[in-house]
């Protein structure tokens, strides 16, 4: 067993719950098993949350990695020149595309310095 105190729990853990005898109490196992349900009921969450996570961090690399970028505005030339975007949208796209990419550049070299 692991304590609770990280949860704001009482601070139970298997060494409070042995009795002076060195064996657990009828009641301390129900504790015990309260705990132990909690963490398997608590255990999608937990995933779920690391899952987002994972996410986060996957969008915010794909908004700031350099090479991602450049494909982008390659993959946005290509559209233009075969006809499937017109004009003023290839400049808004290229803009935004440029404005991430010099972005991504200067917090680059910023982690480089540091």
Known sequence: MRGRE?????????LTLKGESGKFKKQ??????????????LLPVKG?????????EMAEQELSDEG???????ELQLRYELDEIGEDEYY???KELM???NESMKMNEGQMEG
């Open 6 to 14: 990280g949860r704001g729990g009482s601070g139970i853990n298997a």
């Open 28 to 41: 301390d196992k129900k504790i015990a098993a309260m705990l132990l349900i909690d963490d398997i009921l």
């Open 48 to 56: 779920f949350f690391g899952v987002l996570k994972k996410i986060h």
């Open 68 to 74: 991602y970028i450049r494909e982008r505005l390659m």
């Open 92 to 94: 808004r796209q290229e």
């Open 99 to 101: 404005q991430r990419l």
